[in-house]
């Protein structure tokens, strides 16, 4: 939230231009907390709470039709350890979400033509136009991806795909977004190796962002799986949940 007292130009540190808001509210956090009498809760803890919840598979069957008609409300879970368990794994998807970009790359085989060119001209070498799957539809083998005529990337686990955003999978939002295309209306160029290479001063930047994205799936299906059946808290109706959240934020 901005300022609205102070000016451009002032000199001041531009962090002090901005008041910090928490998301979570009083009344949403006092919720949980009448629930876990004796648990010492913050809202950061019941940030991830709620991001631990939202990737609970159970809860998004369960609750898919209300889903799909508003916004989420978040229920209590039974007992104080499941809470715990909600948000410290709520907590270790966050942390590696929000730094996808330093994250592990996953050790995918390689395979590699002219491989000399990676030293002498790597923005040739490194180049992406569109990365596709191997062989032809309805037949694709997803294990391997073809990222450009010099570089193809095998041993993808079939798990990596089973990690969906918004409809499609990670590693797919990367093949989309990591291709040089042109928008019809505006006519302007989208070429990711330009930031690559100017921006990043990295050419093979989109190579080790779907590497990375690989591993990310992995690890958050990994997570998930491991999370708690959902069972609700005793006081609760079954979809009698909070909106935790400040909508203004």
Known sequence: MRNSQST???GEDESRNYIRRDAITDEGLNHFL????GEHITKRDLFYYVYGILHSEEYRTRYANNLRKELPRIPRVATAEDFWNFSHSGKELGDMHVNFEKGDMYPAELLFKCPEMAAHNPEKFYRVEKMKFSGKRPVQDKTMIIYNEYITVSGIPLEAYDY???????IGWVMDCQQVKTDKASGIRNDPNNWAVETIGNARYPLDLLLR???ISLETQRI???LPVLRLYHGDAPFEAKNVGDNDA
């Open 213 to 215: 994205v690989i591993n």
């Open 34 to 37: 009448e629930a876990y009498p």
């Open 8 to 10: 451009l130009g002032s």
């Open 224 to 226: 998930v799986n491991a």
């Open 164 to 170: 969906i955003i918004n409809g499609k999978t990670a």
